[in-house]
Nanobody
């Protein structure tokens, strides 16, 4: 069982940066692939980034490549999403998720979810 708690969201101007954190409970955090997803009002939840259990494999959605960076610190049971050059279209609730399986960009492939943190980018 893994419990996830996101933090770091907020209001930022276009072009600015935010760093999201996702703190996990549970002794087996280091064995999970971790992902970040987002959901804007009226839209489906979409994949943002994922990182393998040791951090050796990283995946990004095309729309965040070069702007967002996912990382993890297994000693702290935490995964991060550094978001730079934010755009108004990045406005959404951001969720972290964990899966005991290999990487997938399908939300259905994730077993555990946080409650989400709101990111609002003003233009």
């Amino acid at each position: 069982q893994v419990q996830l708690v996101e933090s770091g969201g907020g209001l930022v101007q276009a072009g600015g940066s935010l760093r999201l954190s996702c703190a996990a409970s549970g002794r087996t955090f280091s064995s999970y692939t971790m992902g970040w997803f987002r959901q804007a009002p009226g839209k489906e939840r979409e994949f943002v980034a994922a990182i393998s259990w040791r951090g050796g494999r990283i995946y990004y959605a095309d729309f965040v490549k070069g702007r967002f960076t996912i990382s993890r610190d297994n000693a702290k049971n935490t995964v991060y999403l550094q978001m730079n050059s934010l755009k108004s279209e990045d406005t959404a609730v951001y969720y972290c998720a964990a899966t005991s399986r290999r990487y997938t960009d399908d939300p259905l492939g994730y077993d555990y979810w946080g409650q989400g943190t709101q990111v609002t980018v003003s233009s």
